[in-house]
């Protein structure tokens, strides 16, 4: 069974930084692409960020330049580092992985609030 948890989110002022974590259980990680997506009251999934097996890394436009992915495979665990917080990054992160052998697995998500 794959499972996907967060966690790390919270409440930050502007212009201040928080780290998410993603563990995963039930794949082989270390050859899986993970991704960070958030969700914002009202809007639509979008995606944040991408990482592949070899470490390349892909953003979106919104976050790049303020937003690193990471991974750590011998934790099982893909990061989230955000600096530079805006308001409107609040949202709920969400960690993915579509699997090699099938499926489409979400975690619960994590609660990011910007705000002063």
């Known amino acids: 069974q794959v499972l996907l948890v967060e966690s790390g989110g919270g409440l930050v002022q502007p212009g201040g930084s928080l780290r998410l974590s993603c563990e995963a259980t039930?794949?082989?990680?270390?050859?899986?692409?993970m991704r960070w997506f958030r969700q914002a009251p009202g809007k639509e999934r979008e995606w944040v960020a991408s990482i592949i097996s070899d470490n390349t890394a892909y953003y979106g436009e919104s976050v790049k330049g303020r937003f690193t992915i990471a991974r750590d495979n011998a934790k099982n665990t893909v990061y989230l580092q955000m600096n530079s917080l805006k308001p409107e990054d609040t949202a709920i992160y969400y960690c993915?992985?579509?699997?090699?052998?099938?499926?489409?697995?979400w975690g619960q998500g994590t609660q990011v609030t910007v705000s002063t």
């Open positions: 993915n992985t579509v699997p090699n052998t099938g499926g489409d697995y």
């Open positions: 039930g794949i082989i990680f270390s050859r899986q692409a």
